[in-house]
Each structure stands twice: as C-alpha cells, then as structure tokens.
Nanobody, 123 residues
Framework: QVQLVESGGGLVQAGGSLRLSCAAS????????MGWFRQAPGKEREFVAA????????YYADFVKGRFTISRDNAKNTVYLQMNSLKPEDTAVYYC????????????????WGQGTQVTVSS
C-alpha cells in the first residue's frame, strides 16, 4: 500500500513557474513508477509525465516537453514536477500516481493516487 499526498499547487500568472511535490508513504516507494496526471473541468484525466523506478527514465506528454521536468528523490520518498512557462491551458487539478510496472501513460495502469492539487494559471 502506498499513500500519496500532493502539494505546491496555487495561482500563478502565465509564464510563471510552480513546483509540485508528491510525498509517498508506505512500502517500497522506490519500486514504483511515478506519474503526474491532470484533469481540467469537463475533460478526461490526461498523462503529463512519468519517471521509472530504477533507471529514472522520464516520459512527457508532448504539450509539456521543454517546460515541465519530473524528478524523484527515493531517499525522501518524494516525486516532483517542476513546471515552467505555464500557460492558461495548464490550469487543472494535478494528481500524483504510482504504478507497479515499468511505464504507462494510461491512468488505469496506476495503482495508487493522491487527492490532487489545484493549479490555476491566469492570463
């Protein structure tokens, strides 16, 4: 069992930056692939980024490449999402998730989810 708690969301102007954190508790955090997803009102939850557990390979949705960076600190049981050059269309609730497989962009493949943190980007 893994519990996930996100933090770091807020209101920021377009072009600004935010850093989201996801603190994990429970067993074997380092053996899970960690992902970030987001969901805007009226839209489906979509993949943002993921980082694998061992090799620390990273994967990004096309719409965040070059702007967002995912990283993890296994010693602190924490995964981060550094978000730069934010746009109004990045406004959403951002969720952290853990998957017991190598990598997937599909929400259904993730076993554990946090409660989400709101990110609002004003124009």
């Amino acid at each position: 069992q893994v519990q996930l708690v996100e933090s770091g969301g807020g209101l920021v102007q377009a072009g600004g930056s935010l850093r989201l954190s996801c603190a994990a508790s429970g067993r074997t955090f380092s053996s899970y692939t960690m992902g970030w997803f987001r969901q805007a009102p009226g839209k489906e939850r979509e993949f943002v980024a993921a980082i694998t557990w061992s090799t620390e390979n990273t994967y990004y949705a096309d719409f965040v490449k070059g702007r967002f960076t995912i990283s993890r600190d296994n010693a602190k049981n924490t995964v981060y999402l550094q978000m730069n050059s934010l746009k109004p269309e990045d406004t959403a609730v951002y969720y952290c998730a853990a998957a017991g497989l190598y990598y997937s962009p599909r929400p259904g493949h993730y076993d554990y989810w946090g409660q989400g943190t709101q990110v609002t980007v004003s124009s």
